[in-house]
T-cell receptor, first 114, second 115 residues
């Protein structure tokens, strides 16, 4: 079946601009996660959505970052007033439930802030 | 919070040889340990995972071992092939309770299989 999809695959933006990154999780998965992967680094947790519960935003690095999940499916990660240090690959993952069920990642969006 | 250390950061093996990647974790409450393979330009792919009620799990050429007492777990790849070349990440989390959904990742091991 279809996996997690993300768009765009690449995004180049100027410093100070806002960007929106989109994630379509696997159908039927109630849990959705955003991670950030900087060059040569591991994956950094950003935010977690589970069903209709309030999201866990504890990993968001600053108030310039926000995310929404509409209708329990598609999610959008928004970065306002982008900075060069925001350049990274942003990965979305989904799982059937929010506990330690297997998490499946999308291909990521490579964000470059110039 | 949880801290996961992964070694080595790079590993080169001859085709056909075995590769072993090791991880340690700090939170004794962690009991779910997945391994991901990430190829260039792609997202991480779950290749195997283990829960703390077992000490070893195998799937064809890959196996994971877990030592809860020592808080370390390892990935073993036998009969390596060039297509095994990728970056491998270990991770840890709790199965239930606070933060159970939040994976903590190691920094990755770049495996190169030399034909």
């Amino acid at each position: 079946g279809a996996g997690v999809s993300q768009s765009p695959s690449n995004k180049v933006t100027e410093k100070g601009k806002d960007v929106e990154l989109r994630c379509d999780p696997i159908s039927g998965h109630t849990a959705l996660y955003w991670y950030r992967q900087s060059l040569g680094q591991g994956l950094e947790f950003l935010i977690y959505f589970q069903g209709n519960s309030a999201p866990d935003k504890s990993g968001l690095p600053s108030d310039r970052f926000s995310a929404e999940r509409t209708g329990g499916s598609v999610s959008t990660l928004t970065i306002q007033r982008t900075q060069q240090e925001d350049s990274a690959v942003y990965l979305c993952a989904s799982s059937i439930t929010g506990t330690a069920s297997s998490k499946y990642f999308g291909p990521g969006t490579r964000l470059t802030v110039t | 919070g949880e801290n996961v250390e992964q070694h080595p950061s790079t590993l080169s093996v001859q085709e056909g040889d075995s590769a072993v990647i090791k991880c340690t974790y700090s939170d004794s409450a962690s009991n779910y340990f997945p391994w991901y393979k990430q190829e260039l330009g792609k997202g991480p792919q779950l290749i195997i995972d283990i829960r703390s009620n077992v000490g070893e799990k195998k799937d064809q050429r890959i196996a994971v071992t877990l030592n809860k007492t020592a808080k370390h777990f390892s990935l073993h790849i036998t009969e390596t092939q060039p297509e095994d070349s990728a970056v491998y990440f270990c991770a840890a989390s709790r199965v239930s309770g606070a933060g159970s959904y939040q994976l903590t990742f190691g920094k990755g091991t770049k495996l190169s299989v030399i034909p």
